[in-house]
């Protein structure tokens, strides 16, 4: 069945710091880069014209990747804009109006997700939703119950195949490398499985704290923030199956399968931390027990990885700014030449943001009458050059109705109830110094198949 592109795009939260930040800046990308010639209808309850929010737009741009002004010229004479509260239905008959003879809509929620119910129970109403597509930003729901209450919600109104659940890690370059550095190149599948793999290793670290996020990082914490979606997501390109046939399901598919092979979390594969100074951030509740820091340890109940612990951290006021996976190999069942060998000797080591590298692990000799080695890493390092913006081919691709890169609601459930038994604070909260790796429990969860792997400084290959 040929697949019909959208023919005009709504973004509600037109006024807000998303589309500020990423929504301006993919749509200029889009019109430069693929000649998009939609109509641009943004939403928001502020007070605005259409005025003051092309001079939104121009700010945006001229702060978040510059201004193309060919581009520019052309998404100014696209924008449209509807002032008006997501609750009176007067505001969607406007927006009905601004569509014009557009037919298959595409509709953007970049708001809260407690509004998701009203504006898509209104757009049905308006007739706005007939035949249309929708994108809803994460969080999809606060756990497994909500997840499905906001399931059924967008069902009322919206199939399936017409529901965008947008993650922007997933339409990063660096992460979609991940998955076809994996099948492109034939070397790595015979050793990609339990025979051959000891462990494997996430972090994703930042260097800087919650800033001005203090009140919407308090109602979440790193788990829910980044570990229960952007980290599973990488899980998942790290150990799928090949997908098979060339449907657009396909990868999704594998992903379902796999997601659903791992073991719900456990209290005791769980610590928590959280930074020294986290409870002055304005906006963060006295005595707040929300992490700032997690590490989990995961099994996937799969043939292929039966055995292999899956460890993963991430976590804010790290020493750097980085998110690598180590995929940390057996050694042989007997050195030939007798040697102690490090256990962490034989990896691959695969830097996902903030650029992509691969290094692979290997023992050289050193020179002389003895047969003793030494570590190096095989460094293969690319700086981006030209890569689209994750926003710009996620939106791209939503128009196209190309659902690959986009989360399915069974994929979502999965990722529920992996992390559901320890939700809440059912563990302890560490305290960390700023500048540090967490707290030093996150070295006990991890015990004989440690020690953590830092990420390294390019330049010199020493620990960060």
Sequence with gaps: M???????????GATGDLAYKQIFPALQGLIRDEGFDLPIIGVAKAGWNLDQLKARAKDSLEKHGGIDQAAFEKLLGLLRYVDGDYNDLNTFTQLRQQLGQAQRPLHYLAIPPSLFAVVAENLAKSGCATNARVVVEKPFGRDLQSAQELSRTL????????IFRID??????????VLYMRFANPVFEPIWNRDHVRSIQITMAEEFGVEDRGKFYDEVGTLLDVVQNHMLQVVTNLTIDPPTGEDCDATRDRKAELMKAIRPLTPDAVVRGQYEGYRSVPGVAPGSNVETFVAIRLHIDSWRWAGVPIYIRAGKMLPVTCTEATVQFKRPPRETFGE????????MRIRVSTDFSIGLGVRVKIPGERMVGRDVELDLHSQPVDEMPPYERLLGDASRGNVELFSRQDLVEAQWRIVEPILGNVTPVYTYLPGTWGPEEAGQLIGNDGPWIDPVVETDKKPC
């Design 2 to 12: 040929a697949i019909v592109r959208s023919d005009a795009l709504v973004f509600f």
């Design 155 to 162: 069902h009322r109104f919206f199939p399936e195949e017409d």
């Design 168 to 177: 922007h890690f997933l339409g990063k370059e660096p992460v979609q490398n």
């Design 340 to 347: 102690l060998v490090p256990v962490n000797s034989a990896h």
